[in-house]
């Protein structure tokens, strides 16, 4: 299991082929977010991700503990951004690789989810207009 | 003895800084260091609170030693 | 959307690499099914994955035309490997990038579910003790 | 006239052949033409069955002309 917290841009292809896979799965299932250049109806220039030191770090583990409770999985990768991101930059990626696939989608998901409204990560955004603003709060994607 | 907190986001735009300390006699409440710490800034609505890095209500006693932050809804991801 | 049966070995992050990501989107969920060399207790050597050419392409077309008829999705790829394959190959791959990670996520599950069940593709499993059997059903990935 | 018969996996197997011709006069579901053309072989349990590359049921006439195919529950991805 690794879990990484990036200043660096992430090319999510070279991350996942150089990731050495675990033996014996036969499902992985993965997320990627990826940065827009328009959110809220507005065209976005770029993106400042701040972040809690040791405490995104704490709940990360926190959440793919959690995960690995309730579904069986032989690993995750879980990598989220930080610092300055410009569109098309890789946010986040959740890998999981199971031995069946209900436990690959239904793990990928559920972090995704709940990093989504318990990791301490916080989206400012700059717009075309050259107004900075920070993201209130993150949509569920469960009923989307 | 002091505790130290900090101000995530929005919330440290607002209050104009990252960090703060305070000193203390005996465990407060988070709502309690807040008010001490801002006494003119009402708690905004919907804050989050974490003590030692782990998330918190905002009635739960903080003891000196103790790292306290506030930060309004995440939005990572 | 590229809807591929592939007769070659598929390296997944090559392809996904190359694969020219749609504009707008913001999320990408992808399944990856690998052969494993263990199935039903027993060791597998090699498969070979029989299909019904023209079926499979018109199968397949039908089943994201209707995931695309319930959600939201920018593209899709979905490539499905025949013919003889060893363990660790990739047999499939469902890549969806949407705008909302919701859409990513439940079209991919929905069209490797429904694929599962209505694709005609049928393995054959080589065991190491030599004997040859045909998978006989595959399972549900929503109940596991 | 007549209608292409496939079978697929364990049943080209088991028949011994992977395909059959047979000549009609008329429509007659796909239940019927494998009695007709395997009639020492009671139709599997679970079989499905398509006509011209989509699921058909049993009880599905087949035309002249039409592509008729038999094969076990599918096993892909």
Chains 1, 3 share one sequence.
Not at chain 1, 108 to 125: D, G, N, V, Y
Request: hydrophobic share 40%.
């Amino acid at each position: 299991m690794q879990i990484v917290i990036s200043e660096e841009r992430i090319d999510p292809w070279q991350t996942l082929s150089q990731y050495p896979a675990p033996a014996g799965y036969g499902a992985t299932a993965i997320f990627i977010g990826t940065m827009r250049d328009f959110n809220q109806g507005d065209d976005v220039t770029a993106m400042f991700l701040e972040h809690y030191p040791g405490m995104t770090e704490k709940q990360l583990l926190n959440i793919v503990t959690a995960a690995s409770q309730q579904w069986t999985f032989e690993d995750c990768l879980l990598i989220h951004r930080v610092g300055e991101v410009k569109p098309q930059d890789t946010l986040v990626i959740v890998a999981v690789w199971s031995k069946h696939r209900g436990d690959a989608f239904d793990a990928s998901r559920f972090i995704m989810e709940t990093l989504k409204h318990q990791a301490p990560f916080w989206k400012r955004e700059t717009l075309v207009s050259g107004e900075i603003r920070w993201v209130e709060r993150n949509s569920n994607g469960y009923s989307q | 003895m002091s505790i130290k907190v900090r101000y995530f986001a929005s919330l440290k735009d607002q209050l104009g800084h990252a960090e703060a300390e305070l000193a203390v006699n005996g465990p407060l409440s988070a709502r309690e260091i807040w008010q001490q710490l801002n006494p003119s800034v009402s708690l905004p609505e919907g804050v989050l609170t974490a003590i030692n890095l782990e998330y918190a209500q905002l009635d739960t006693l903080v003891n000196a030693g103790d790292e306290l932050a506030f930060f309004p809804p995440v939005t990572g991801g």
